[in-house]
């Protein structure tokens, strides 16, 4: 026999005002099954739940219903005590009098009695409740982090320095991201490359990181603390561990006339080819899509000159499998090309750049060795317009978001273009100045203060070329939308930054959710921003919205904490609140594996002892299934049931509801 | 042969007769018999729907009402703001209930918006260059700047063109008989369209910077598809070169004129003889290198 | 002096008025002048198209005013690059015919625009009684309206010897059709 304490609280006077709590704890003791009912000021209080610790030892309870808050607020606490009285805690429910009741109606009669009426229901349910214990999942304490630009950079470091293995998986022959291939970063000025080599050198020798450049993550299964993971490592055609980056072969590859893809299209490099000089792995890898040797079967002029004889053009697409207990996105992010604005010209003249091929011709290592020449015709530019918001907030090209980190790589670029030509003009035209952050604005004062850069405000209507000069045409809108055209010799424009071309792809692979622009979806915007919704992966840069070196690097550090925080513990302790299935009943079906939505459910195969196979029933993986009940509600023969919210416990619980009688003055 | 519906607008009967004339001749090359639509009306123009929406929608609404009632799906709109009201209309009535109901009590017809109204480009892409290639007869060996102004490309809902801002159709049909077609920056920049008779100043000023850029980057001619964009530009001259340093004197083509001289049709039965501008130069140039080729 | 005006007090600003008839909102512009920098002829109007909208989007009385007796309204020549580029999509050229119909409504026609609107007076009246345009008639009526007597007379004698002035207008059968149309569209713009 069902022995049911129920304990009201006032919770001060949230619930009181509007509810006689006294009347509810008198109207429940009527209630079959209710041994023992009172109502207290502050029931989460000590001796609140002194209250109830003390009635469940003297009264022998066989369940607990607290009508007080919601279940989210104090269920923990509730539920604790009930175990320190000696009970399973899962015999303890919630009956939500605050925000289903006392909040939302006046003080009259009928407010009380819904309020006992919740109670009731609640009563009927926990006599269905049965004892149940957390789940533990064991933790592989190695992190995946997939990207080798500063944010995963950052992770990676963080990680290892905590004593965690991590693997690194890189797409590109080296790290190092966008990073590296920016000219100076603002608001200081610091050259990128200087800050930025010296962590990829720390992550290639760091004993606890195993990088993996050129490589893919191509599957990912499992579930926090327990992925598995299958990386494609992309033949190199070059065997790392014998080539002493030498290069020899570079030097020799007769195809040299590649768009390079570090140099933003603006320089040539060759069919075997490290990205840059700075690179981690300094080693080559072979573009097969360009190779003669590949495409033709013939020159091999590289093998020939190895010293190493480290050219292997048979390698093949590797497939590495690895356990992982938790995994970072760190992906970045792309720019859209000036091709993307037609009305500045369809891509069509060389001297409309973009954001990042200015970098490149700003950078000491880029294509013009750091003299900022202009592509067409290698002419030094006079005038200099940068044009801000180039597709970003325009919700007529797909792209209402601001990207965030162009009004400061303008005003950076802007600078970078007086210092090296002090006479020079340089235009900015813009819609908004958006320098929130340290020393930002006063990064872009000194621009226009002390660089004397020319700030309009106003959104360029096109560009076009005329006698080799570029004729911007505009307006300035703070002097009566006056009409101003600039014959400019270069125009940058700071395009909008977006996802990767495959950042929808590897979401699925993840299962992670991402927004309409396919940035990554963060588990909430003000509270979780650095998790994903799946348990167990975590984001940090771009990947997730368009973001700048500092915002990248303190959320890297941000992930770092949550992944070193899950490995702290050796098993992982998950409520017990998932679904199961009834082996007898259960006809294998699968039509619960089709609407899994995290892919929790397993074929289970049940055999005799002789071995005979007598059928496959569905099985609930623990560690993936989120109690979300879908299967449930699926289940034809009715073999699914969820531990906590049992069709038992809601029928009980809607019976109740149908089924009012009297209960003393009510 | 085909017969589609054929809306020539007033301006083809009275400033644009080469129009006319060219067109009439080209759609006999293509065995394509345009079929006048009977007692068509005024389609209301700029005046129209700067003064009354209403009859901006209702004055075009009764011409498609006409060609739906003579069973034609297509009708050629050869004029580039005719095409425009047409297309709008139409948009209108399929997309507005308030129209739908409104549109017929007042033209007094039904109309279901069945009969769908074409520019010049697209007659010219889907009836004439299938033939072309074997037919040609001149290769019109000049330098032709192609214009296109601004209802040919927008508004977007009503453009068949493709890369609005800097269009390639008309390109493609120079190079196919034989001419060079220059990259220029106004070819879709407005010639100052229905001021012509009331700021007059304002047309001189925005053709100026059409032709000024076309002659500066060496076209021989300016090749159009409009009747407004034509007659700006050619008999408005005299208004234009006042904003100019020297007296501007590039030919305004039409591009069916210019299909005519390639199918090797007399330039005067295609209404050379018509222009303000003098085309004689133009055809003197053409004559004399078609003769070298 | 005003005795029995046509004139309604503003029931409600210009741009609810727009939102609620042709279904436009000014209220997407954010003023990055992306219109007026595109537009032929900003350069002449009074107020440029971001102007404009900028007026609207205040909301009162004396704003919308200024934007219905604003000269720049009448100048705009429907050319739709600024609706093209408009990066908040706002179609300005639609807004535009919409203020026009208003400014005469409201009597509050720019003095430099009475020309503008003799023209196209004079161009719809043609149409309404021949149903098609007549040059020669077009003219006529619109100098007589505006004493421009010697408005463009190089031009017609030339025009006459190219064939392309008729003197005399072609009337089309279904004038009086078109006579009705004429009748009913302007009385249902009258009881807007």
């Known amino acids: ?666 | ?293 | 002096m005003e005795t029995k005006s046509k004139i309604e007090p503003l029931a409600q600003p210009l741009k609810e008025k727009i939102l609620n008839e042709i279904n436009e909102q000014v209220m997407k512009c954010y003023q990055c002048g992306k219109c007026a920098a595109g537009c032929p002829l900003s350069g002449e109007m009074d107020y440029t198209p971001n102007q404009i909208l900028r007026l609207l989007q205040i909301g009162d009385t004396s704003c919308d005013d200024e934007v219905l007796r604003s000269y720049g309204i009448w100048l705009c020549l429907t050319c739709d690059t600024c609706h093209s580029r408009c990066p908040q999509e706002v179609d300005f050229p639609h807004i535009m015919d919409f203020l026009r119909s208003e400014s005469i409504k409201r009597r509050k026609v720019h003095p430099k625009a009475k020309e503008i609107i003799a023209f196209h007076r004079s161009f719809l009246e043609c149409i309404e009684k021949t149903g098609r345009l007549h040059e020669v008639g077009l003219i006529a009526s619109y100098k007589l309206k505006t004493f421009n007597l010697l408005q463009d007379v190089d031009l017609a004698p030339k025009m006459f010897a190219k064939g392309k002035l008729e003197i005399f207008p072609h009337r089309i059968k279904g004038k009086e059709a078109i006579a009705r149309i004429f009748e009913k569209a302007i009385k249902e713009a009258d009881n807007d």
Request: overall charge neutral.
């Open chain 2, 1 to 293: 042969m085909t017969k589609i519906g054929y809306f020539p607008g007033c301006s083809l009967n009275g400033t644009a007769k080469e129009y006319d004339l060219s067109l009439q001749a080209i759609a006999r090359f293509a065995d394509v018999e345009l079929v006048e639509l009977a007692d068509w009306n005024c389609c209301g123009a700029t005046a129209a729907h700067s003064l009354n929406s209403t009859l901006a929608v209702a004055l075009p609404a009764r011409n498609l009402a006409i060609a739906e009632s003579m069973g034609f799906d297509e009708i050629l709109v050869p004029c580039a703001a005719c095409y425009s009201r047409l297309a709008q209309s139409r948009h209108e009535i399929k997309s507005d209930e308030k129209y739908r109901t409104k549109i017929p009590q007042l033209i007094e017809m039904d109309i279901k918006g069945t009969a769908n109204p074409i520019t010049v480009l697209d007659f010219i892409n889907k009836y004439v260059l299938g033939k072309l290639k074997d037919n040609l007869s001149n290769k019109l060996n000049a330098k032709f700047a192609c214009y296109y102004g601004c209802l040919l490309t927008r508004p977007e809902h009503l453009s068949t063109i493709e890369r609005r801002e800097d269009p390639l159709v008309m390109e493609q049909i120079v190079q196919l008989v034989g001419g060079m077609a220059i990259d220029w920056a106004f070819k879709v920049e407005c010639c100052g369209a229905g001021l012509s008779v009331v700021r007059t100043d304002i047309i001189g000023k925005l053709c100026a910077k059409i032709l000024d850029d076309a002659n500066s980057r060496g076209a021989d001619a300016i090749v159009v598809a409009c009747p407004m964009c034509h007659s700006n530009l050619d008999m408005r001259r005299n208004e234009i070169n006042k904003n100019l340093a020297s007296a501007n004197t590039l030919p305004i083509i039409y591009i069916t004129q210019l299909l005519g001289l390639a199918l090797g049709i007399e330039p005067n039965k295609l209404g050379f003889d018509k222009h303000f501008v003098s085309t004689g130069k133009f055809l003197h140039k053409l004559q004399k290198q078609t003769m070298e080729v």
């Open chain 1, 1 to 666: 026999m069902a022995r049911i304490g129920v304990f009201v609280c006032h919770c001060g006077e949230n619930i009181s005002s509007t509810v006689d709590c006294a009347k509810v704890a008198e109207i429940a003791s009527n209630y079959p099954g209710v041994v023992y009912s009172i109502d207290y000021k502050y029931m989460c209080s000590d001796p609140g739940q002194n209250l109830i610790k003390e009635a469940i030892q003297k009264h022998k309870l066989t369940g607990v219903v607290v009508a007080a808050c919601s279940p989210r607020m104090h269920e923990p606490t509730f539920r604790k005590a009930t175990a320190e009285a000696g009970i399973n805690p899962y015999l303890c429910e919630m009956a939500n009098l605050r925000e289903h009741c006392s909040w939302v109606h006046f003080r009259e009669d009928s407010t009380t009695e819904k309020a006992a009426e919740l109670v009731r229901v609640l009563v009927e349910k926990v006599k269905h409740n049965e004892e149940l214990y957390p789940i533990k999942v064991p933790i592989t304490k190695t992190a995946l982090v997939i990207g080798g630009g500063i944010g995963g950079i950052q992770a990676a470091l963080d990680i290892a320095n905590s004593g965690h293995k991590v693997i690194m998986v890189e797409k590109n022959p080296s790290i190092g991201g966008k990073m590296a291939q920016l000219s100076e970063t603002f608001p200081t000025l610091d050259c990128s490359q200087c800050i930025l080599t010296p962590r990829m050198v720390e992550v290639a020798q760091h004993p606890n990181i195993t990088l993996y450049t050129y490589a893919e993550v191509e599957s990912v299964d499992g579930f926090i603390g327990n992925f598995k993971v299958t990386i494609r490592q992309k033949a190199k055609s070059v065997d790392h561990k014998a080539c002493t980056g030498c290069g020899l072969c570079i030097e020799k590859c007769p195809i040299k006339k590649i768009p390079d893809e570090f140099n933003a299209g603006l320089g040539n490099r060759a069919a075997i080819y490290v990205p840059f000089p700075q690179a981690v792995p300094n080693k080559p890898v072979i573009d097969r899509n360009n190779c003669t040797y590949f495409l033709k079967g013939k020159c091999g002029l590289c093998n020939k000159v190895c010293p190493a004889d480290a050219i292997h053009y048979e390698q093949e697409d590797e497939f590495i499998k690895v356990d992982v207990g938790a995994i970072v996105a760190a992906t970045g992010f792309d720019i859209k090309h000036s091709d993307f604005l037609p009305e500045y010209g369809y891509g069509k003249y060389p001297d409309v750049i973009d954001g990042l091929q200015f970098e490149r011709l700003a950078s000491a290592s880029g294509p013009t060795l750091g003299v900022l020449k202009r592509p067409s015709d290698g002419k030094e530019p006079e005038s200099v317009v940068f044009i801000a918001c180039a597709g970003s907030r325009d919700p007529a090209k797909g792209i209402p978001y601001c990207s965030k980190i162009c009004c400061m790589y303008t005003a950076k670029h802007a600078m970078l273009f007086k210092h090296k030509n002090h006479h020079g003009n340089a235009t900015v035209f813009y819609m908004d100045i958006r320098a929130g952050g340290k020393m930002y604005d006063e990064f872009v004062r000194r621009a226009i203060e002390e660089d004397d850069v020319n700030y309009i405000r106003g959104r360029v209507s096109r560009i076009y070329e005329k006698n080799g000069k570029l004729i911007v045409c505009g307006v300035d809108t703070l002097l009566n939308s006056r009409s101003v055209e600039i014959e400019a010799d270069l125009v940058v424009l700071a395009t909008a930054a977006v996802a990767n071309s495959d950042s929808e792809e590897l979401a699925q692979k993840l299962h992670i959710s991402y927004d309409q622009y396919h940035f990554f979806s963060e588990a909430h915007p003000k509270l979780r921003p650095v998790e994903t919704n799946t348990a167990g992966i975590m984001l940090a840069g771009a990947c997730q919205a368009p973001k700048d070196i500092p915002d990248t690097v303190s959320q890297a550090s941000g992930t770092a904490a949550k992944v070193v925080a899950l490995f702290s513990q050796d098993e992982l302790t998950r409520e017990p609140l998932i679904a199961y299935v009834n082996n007898n009943t259960c006809v294998g079906c699968f039509l619960c594996q089709s609407v899994c939505p995290y892919l929790a459910i397993e074929k289970e195969e049940i055999r005799r002892r002789d071995g005979t196979l007598v059928k496959t029933v569905a099985k609930i993986n623990p560690g993936l299934c989120q109690g979300c009940g879908t299967c449930v509600a699926l289940c034809r023969s009715k073999s699914i049931d969820i531990h906590g919210y049992t069709n038992r416990q809601i029928y009980a619980e809607v019976s109740a509801l149908f089924n009012r009688r009297e209960y003393a003055g009510v």
